[in-house]
């Protein structure tokens, strides 16, 4: 299948499941706090989501068992929300997606528990701006290589290294659409751009080395070397201008 053009009416429920994953991840980000286990969050994406009148797209998808990824420290994706205790110190990536009438919203957030280190906070500082760069360069006219070297660039610039084996993705109807969008990359290579194109753009960042391992479990990915690890996602829309944010926080890229 190729990459598929959103209608003006398919990109309305795409922004409205946008809206309700920016919502949810803004309540869960406002409640991560020292001493809380992994699955309190998980109950609170999944009861946030049905109030919002949408439902999580995560759960039994490919068999993940939950409605929320929460991946701390050198846990990079994936990670399974259960009986972990967050400490004091810890950095946690929330990445949840949801569908509303069909269509699909996907996004994450690194955010550190209590207070963090200044190592800490610069790698979810730097990984936050690397999305932005990514988002900056998805316009109309130019190609999917011009997203990737973005954020390859701006995240290895500041002495960062990129996850290869995890990309970002299209979306829509379907949690996972074509074009793959990696995160490394040449500018001037792969697809045009073009209006209407709707992708979730998904930087992971490792301040060690980029390899990684899956754990015990199969699905948490983990740092290789057992360095820190954060993650950004946005749902965008291609169009004429701008890219649009689809899964807009409040108060954030307003």
């Given at each position: 299948?190729?990459?598929?053009?959103?209608?003006?009416?398919?990109?309305?429920?795409?922004?409205?499941?946008?809206?309700?994953?920016?919502?949810?991840?803004?309540?869960?980000?406002?409640?991560?706090?020292?001493?809380?286990?992994?699955?309190?969050?998980?109950?609170?994406?999944?009861?946030?989501?049905?109030?919002?009148?949408?439902?999580?797209?995560?759960?039994?998808?490919?068999?993940?068992?939950?409605?929320?990824?929460?991946?701390?420290?050198?846990?990079?994706?994936?990670?399974?929300?259960?009986?972990?205790?967050?400490?004091?110190?810890?950095?946690?990536?929330?990445?949840?997606?949801?569908?509303?009438?069909g269509f699909q919203g996907d996004a994450a957030v690194t955010v550190g528990?209590?207070?963090?280190?200044?190592?800490?906070?610069?790698?979810?500082?730097?990984?936050?701006?690397?999305?932005?760069?990514?988002?900056a360069a998805a316009r109309s006219g130019a190609r999917?290589?011009?997203?990737?070297?973005?954020?390859?660039?701006?995240?290895?610039?500041?002495?960062?290294?990129?996850?290869?084996?995890?990309?970002?993705?299209?979306?829509?109807?379907?949690?996972?659409?074509?074009?793959?969008?990696?995160?490394?990359?040449?500018?001037?290579?792969?697809?045009?751009?073009?209006?209407?194109?709707?992708?979730?753009?998904?930087?992971?960042?490792?301040?060690?080395?980029?390899?990684?391992?899956?754990?015990?479990?199969?699905?948490?990915?983990?740092?290789?070397?057992?360095?820190?690890?954060?993650?950004?996602?946005?749902?965008?829309?291609?169009?004429?201008?701008?890219?649009?944010?689809?899964?807009?926080?409040?108060?954030?890229?307003?």
């Amino acid at each position: 299948m190729g990459i598929i053009i959103k209608s003006e009416r398919e990109i309305a429920l795409m922004r409205q499941a946008g809206r309700i994953v920016g919502a949810v991840l803004d309540i869960l980000m406002k409640q991560v706090k020292p001493g809380m286990k992994t699955k309190e969050l998980d109950a609170i994406a999944g009861r946030e989501v049905e109030k919002l009148g949408g439902k999580p797209s995560f759960k039994g998808y490919r068999g993940f068992p939950a409605n929320l990824c929460v991946s701390v420290n050198d846990q990079i994706v994936h990670g399974i929300p259960g009986e972990r205790v967050l400490r004091q110190g810890d950095i946690v990536s929330l990445d949840m997606g949801a569908t509303f009438k069909g269509f699909q919203g996907d996004a994450a957030v690194t955010v550190g528990v209590g207070e963090i280190s200044p190592q800490a906070r610069e790698l979810v500082a730097t990984t936050e701006d690397v999305l932005k760069a990514g988002i900056a360069a998805a316009r109309s006219g130019a190609r999917l290589g011009d997203i990737s070297a973005a954020i390859q660039n701006h995240a290895e610039s500041k002495g960062y290294s990129v996850v290869r084996e995890y990309t970002g993705h299209g979306i829509g109807r379907e949690l996972h659409e074509e074009p793959q969008i990696p995160n490394f990359g040449p500018a001037g290579t792969g697809p045009v751009l073009k209006k209407g194109m709707t992708l979730a753009l998904e930087p992971m960042i490792n301040a060690g080395d980029w390899r990684t391992k899956v754990g015990d479990d199969q699905w948490t990915v983990l740092t290789a070397d057992g360095s820190l690890s954060a993650h950004f996602e946005h749902t965008i829309a291609i169009t004429d201008g701008e890219a649009e944010i689809l899964t807009s926080r409040e108060g954030v890229y307003a």
